[in-house]
C-alpha cells in the first residue's frame, strides 16, 4: 500500500495522520489537545458518600437480620460489610483526585 505525504500548510501547532476512509487514505489534521482540567476533591461530599453508602449497607444487613430471626446478627455483618464498602466507594469515586 502506498501512502502520501500530507501536508497541512495552515499553522504549525497542527499535526497531520494518515487515516484510512474506505479505500483512499485521508489526511486527517487536528490542532493539539489540551489535558482535562483535574476534578477538585471536596472533602465533605466524599465524608457524605463515605457515610451513605456505610449507613445504606448496615440498614439492608440489619433488615435481612431482622427478617431472618437475628437483628444483632444482621447489624454485626452490616458493619464488617459496610466499612469495606464505603471505601471502596469513596476510592471509586476519587481515586484519581490526588494523581
Same mark, same amino acid.
Given at each position: 500500500?502506498?501512502? #502520501?505525504? /500530507? $501536508?497541512?500548510?495552515? =499553522?504549525?501547532?497542527?499535526?497531520?495522520?494518515? !487515516?484510512?476512509?474506505? &479505500?483512499?487514505?485521508?489526511?486527517?489534521? =487536528?490542532?493539539?489537545?489540551?489535558?482535562? /482540567?483535574?476534578?477538585?476533591?471536596?472533602?465533605?461530599?466524599?465524608?457524605?458518600?463515605?457515610?451513605? !453508602?456505610?449507613?445504606?449497607? $448496615?440498614? !439492608? #444487613?440489619?433488615?435481612?437480620?431482622?427478617? &431472618?430471626? #437475628?437483628?444483632?446478627?444482621?447489624?454485626?455483618?452490616?458493619? !464488617?460489610?459496610?466499612?469495606?464498602?464505603?471505601?471502596?466507594?469513596?476510592?471509586?469515586?476519587?481515586?484519581?483526585?490526588? #494523581?
Amino acid at each position: 500500500m502506498r501512502q #502520501s505525504k /500530507a $501536508i497541512c500548510e495552515q =499553522s504549525s501547532d497542527f499535526r497531520c495522520h494518515i !487515516v484510512p476512509v474506505g &479505500a483512499v487514505p485521508a489526511a486527517l489534521c =487536528s490542532p493539539p489537545m489540551e489535558p482535562p /482540567a483535574r476534578r477538585a476533591f471536596p472533602p465533605a461530599e466524599a465524608g457524605a458518600l463515605l457515610i451513605v !453508602v456505610t449507613a445504606l449497607v $448496615i440498614g !439492608v #444487613s440489619t433488615l435481612i437480620g431482622w427478617l &431472618a430471626g #437475628s437483628l444483632k446478627a444482621g447489624l454485626v455483618v452490616g458493619v !464488617v460489610i459496610g466499612l469495606p464498602a464505603g471505601i471502596a466507594g469513596v476510592y471509586g469515586r476519587y481515586h484519581g483526585a490526588f #494523581s
